[in-house]
């Protein structure tokens, strides 16, 4: 990316705000611009009285493939463990802002970008869609996110998904709750728009106090488990295996 490019980039359609992440030639993976400016732009939307829904997806060929192993290579431990606790601050935030966020997923929603789009109210794949969360194999525990994907598909469900035994596909995630609808490939954006219009349909205060109701108890203990994880993931950071993965992406 030039030094004057967005990583992430917002239009307005109607009632509807279209919030793009721009770092595809990295896979829309998350650094330190991308996850500031995700952020300022959904407070910025849920401040806005003409936007009723949001719209989150990733420019192709893909949605995100969650942190950008070389970013956080080059950091310390501790501005590692910073980041992501940044990337968790994202992901929550999605949950109590009062506007609905409809994610919008083609290509691959992997680590921090299955957490990612769990975080969203409303989750919209393209069935050629992969997901997965490589975390495990990477040799580090999903570092935040875990309880978005618990209110979606339970306990034990999780666990098994952050062991990352076998990728998911599309209509696989809506199986187990972490999708809720799929549709054909190319076609995940516009379908994520016609849902988010009905939402905008709807009576303003009634969808954000559903929304308020309803992230009250999702959200609950996730910022204490955000916590948790990220200092097992720093933990499991200083471990051969994890160094081994991070020192790959260090030598690109």
């Known amino acids: 990316m030039s030094e004057n490019s967005k990583a992430v980039g917002v239009e307005n359609r109607d009632a509807i705000a279209v919030v793009s992440l721009l770092r595809s030639a990295s896979r829309n993976s998350m650094n330190q611009e991308l996850v500031d400016e995700a952020k300022a732009a959904l407070l910025e939307l849920d401040r806005d009285d003409n936007v009723r829904a949001i719209v989150l997806v990733g420019a192709l060929p893909g949605f995100c493939a969650g942190s950008d192993l070389k970013f956080i290579g080059a950091l310390g431990l501790e501005a590692m463990g910073r980041f992501e606790?940044?990337?968790?601050?994202?992901?929550?935030?999605?949950?109590?802002?009062?506007?609905p966020v409809v994610a919008a997923v083609e290509g691959f929603a992997i680590g921090g970008g299955f957490t990612l789009a769990t975080s969203c109210d409303v989750v919209v794949a393209g069935r050629g869609s992969k997901w997965?969360?490589?975390?495990?194999?990477?040799?580090?525990?999903?570092?935040?996110?875990?309880?978005?994907?618990?209110?979606?598909?339970?306990?034990?469900?999780?666990?098994?998904?952050?062991?990352?035994?076998?990728?998911?596909?599309?209509?696989?995630?809506?199986?187990?709750?972490?999708?809720?609808?799929?549709?054909?490939?190319?076609?995940?954006?516009?379908?994520?728009?016609?849902?988010?219009?009905?939402?905008?349909?709807?009576?303003?205060?009634?969808?954000?106090?559903?929304?308020?109701?309803?992230?009250?108890?999702?959200?609950?203990?996730?910022?204490?488990?955000?916590?948790?994880?990220?200092?097992?993931?720093?933990?499991?950071?200083?471990?051969?295996?994890?160094?081994?993965?991070?020192?790959?992406?260090?030598?690109?």
């Not at 940044?86 to 506007?99: Q, S, T, V, Y």
């Not at 799929?182 to 939402?199: F, P, Q, R, Y």
């Open 85 to 99: 606790q940044e990337c968790g601050d994202l992901g929550r935030l999605i949950g109590f802002i009062g506007k």
């Open 132 to 252: 997965s969360l490589p975390e495990v194999p990477h040799g580090w525990l999903t570092p935040w996110g875990i309880k978005s994907l618990v209110a979606r598909v339970g306990l034990i469900k999780a666990r098994h998904l952050c062991f990352c035994l076998e990728p998911l596909t599309a209509d696989d995630a809506r199986v187990l709750g972490a999708v809720d609808y799929c549709c054909d490939d190319g076609e995940a954006l516009s379908s994520a728009i016609g849902v988010a219009n009905k939402l905008a349909l709807l009576p303003r205060p009634a969808v954000a106090a559903t929304k308020r109701f309803f992230s009250s108890y999702l959200m609950q203990d996730a910022e204490a488990m955000d916590f948790e994880a990220n200092r097992l993931f720093l933990d499991n950071c200083r471990e051969k295996a994890a160094q081994a993965t991070l020192d790959k992406f260090r030598k690109r």
